[in-house]
């Protein structure tokens, strides 16, 4: 694995980044957008409700956390859409860039927009509502550690679809945070949730994480093992990500896919 | 050229068969292509020759046979086959929103070219690109764009260079001015190429071998400059459209 292949994809992004408004401002424009909403939406819960329950770090908390791992799921994506929208698979793939090294690049990639916009989260949500990352003390560094791999692991597993599927595929992809939610158990207990659909909660780490980070707001312990379940869990769907990918670029070299991209003559 | 074919080829084909289905795209095809030899691949639409190409390229994995580039096996060393090669092809522009510098060194480290800078330049110069530096490519004409793209396939001094219809989109003044640019640093170099093109009067002017391809299958090979002499045509034009219409007539069916 060389090092300098896999930062040719980040370079890459880099150059787009610096030269593209219109890819500089939704790193901060949708991420500024739900902080501002749901702060209000914060405000407004304390408000009517009148209960000591600390709405800012469970409720617009979970928001910032789960953006984030938005963000890096979407980090993963959009540097690989680059190459489905600039119809660069042949000029890329004919190198010797090798398959960890291309999801390596796109993991940096990654990495470096999904910390631009947990900055601007912790800016806005701190200034304008009061949320600070002390009131999870420690145990936020393994939150977000968890909902990170999991992004990863989500951005891979997207990819892996748009490119067995075809460039329309990309279609499937947006959406994917916004079906998971409701079993992640973002904005409410998991208790709240029907029996079967807990079941599924379990298999998704965020939903350990956002478990916990309740936990800690109200002022109750982490199940620390429970954490290492959610830890084992991401990275487990990381593997298994990654080797679905290559099995579909696999797939796509032997039946010239990957060649003819662009036709979707996928079958 | 007698003296290009004594030296261990840059690449060698073997048997190369690619099948979807019932389909034949290439039907056990072999070659070599040498140092600093230019080597045609012709054939009608469909013929298999942009097969062969992505074959060669590592981005199209063969039904049957081998690739050798440079001594490596394809196959069983992709990335060091492919850090031997490198290409330009109509149909893959350079991504269009990053400029010629931006591109030139994305692919660089993609390459591992170690003397970048020097490099880069080089081939800038080499293709007339110093004044598009920190241009766009999307907004570049056709051929600019075929220029920068050429010049990412000499940036790793590559030991297999594959064009795929190299001047297609161009006019004949720059179309002349870049096959000589292209014999120009093969001749200087130790890269072998090999070439499709529709355009008979490029091809005879510089490849120093050819192939027919029809339906997968080399069924003509030589001189492009002396070959339609031996088949009683004027030009290779006249040969290929023999070639393409009546192959038995010529003696040369497929096999």
Known sequence: ?267 | MDATRDRQPVLNVAGLRKHYGTIQAVNGISFEVCPREIVGLLGLNGAGKTTTISMILGVLEPTAGSITIAGVDLARHRSRALAQTNFAAVYAPLPGNLTVWENLRVFGLLYGVKDFKARAEKVMDQLDLKKFRDTKCGVLSSGEQTRVGLAKALLNRPRVLLLDEPTASIDPASAKDIRQTIRAAVRQSDTGVLWTSHNMYEVEEVCDRVLFLSRGEIILEGDPKTLPAQYGRQTLEELFISVAREPLELGMEER
């Open chain 1, 1 to 267: 694995m060389k090092l300098s292949r896999m930062a040719a994809i980040p370079l890459r992004q880099f150059y787009l980044y610096r030269g593209s408004v219109a890819r500089l401002v939704p790193m901060f424009a949708w991420v500024t957008i739900d902080m501002v909403l749901w702060g209000f939406m914060t405000k407004f819960l304390g408000g009517v409700t009148q209960t000591q329950y600390r709405f800012v770090p469970a409720l617009l908390g979970a928001v910032l956390f789960w953006d984030f791992m938005t963000r890096v799921m979407q980090g993963v994506t959009t540097a690989f859409f680059e190459d489905v929208w600039t119809r660069n698979f042949l000029n890329v793939f004919g190198t010797p860039l090798t398959m960890p090294e291309y999801i390596g690049g796109l993991l940096v990639s990654s990495m470096a927009t999904s910390a631009v916009g947990l900055v601007v989260m912790l800016a806005v949500a701190g200034l304008g509502f009061g949320l600070s990352f002390a009131a999870y003390g420690v145990m936020v560094i393994p939150f977000l550690l968890v909902l990170f791999l999991f992004g990863m692991a989500l951005g891979i597993g997207a990819i892996a679809i748009v490119l067995r599927l075809g460039p329309a595929a990309e279609w499937f992809v947006w959406p994917i945070p916004a079906l998971l939610s409701p079993f992640a158990a973002v904005y409410y207990p998991l208790s709240t949730l029907p029996p079967w659909i807990r079941w599924i909660s379990h298999l998704l780490p965020p939903s350990y994480v956002f478990e916990g980070m309740r936990n800690v707001v109200a002022g109750h312990g982490v199940n620390t093992a429970l954490l290492g379940v959610a830890l084992a869990l991401s990275l487990a769907y990381i593997l298994a990500a990654y080797l679905v990918f290559t099995s579909v670029f696999r797939h796509a070299v032997k039946t010239g896919l990957l060649a003819r991209y662009s036709a979707e003559s996928v079958s």
